[in-house]
C-alpha cells in the first residue's frame, strides 16, 4: 500500500557531501515521523534523524550532529538527508522510514525503503 523510495547514495571521498531523498507514494492518508537510520554488516541497524510533521521537531545521533541535516517537504512526501564532512565510519546502507496512516485506516504504520548504499573512501 506505501512504498519508500531511496536514492541519492554513492561513492564520496573523506569531507565531501551527498544528499538523500525518499519518497513515500500509495495510498497515504497522513505522515506522522520521517527517519533514516543506517547500518554496516554485522551491527545493528541505527537511528541517524528523525523529523516529527512539517518542520517540527529534529532529532540526530550524537555521530552526525554537525554534519547532517534532515527535512522533508510534504507536499511532495519527501524526506532529505544532506549529509556534508563525510567520514569513512559514515559507510553504510541508510534506509528510510516513516510512519504513516492509509487511506481508511486509523492506525498507523511502519514502513521501510529497500535502503541506499552510501560509501566513503578515497
Known amino acids: 500500500q506505501v512504498q519508500l523510495v531511496e536514492s541519492g547514495g554513492g561513492l564520496v571521498q573523506p569531507g565531501g557531501s551527498l544528499r538523500l531523498s525518499c519518497v513515500a507514494s500509495?495510498?497515504?492518508?497522513?505522515?506522522?515521523?520521517m527517519r533514516w537510520f543506517r547500518q554496516t554488516p554485522g551491527k545493528q541497524r541505527e537511528l541517524v534523524a528523525s523529523?516529527?510533521?512539517?518542520?517540527?521537531?529534529?532529532n540526530y545521533a550524537d555521530s552526525v550532529k554537525g554534519r547532517f541535516t534532515i527535512s522533508r517537504d510534504n507536499a511532495k512526501n519527501t524526506v532529505y538527508l544532506q549529509m556534508s564532512s563525510l567520514k569513512s565510519e559514515d559507510t553504510a546502507v541508510y534506509y528510510c522510514?516513516?510512519?504513516?496512516?492509509?487511506?481508511?485506516?486509523?492506525?498507523?504504520?511502519?514502513?521501510w525503503g529497500q535502503g541506499t548504499q552510501v560509501t566513503v573512501s578515497s
Open positions: 522510514n516513516a510512519i504513516v496512516m492509509v487511506m481508511a485506516s486509523t492506525s498507523w504504520r511502519n514502513y
Open positions: 523529523i516529527i510533521d512539517s518542520g517540527g521537531s529534529t
Open positions: 500509495g495510498s497515504i492518508s497522513s505522515i506522522n515521523a
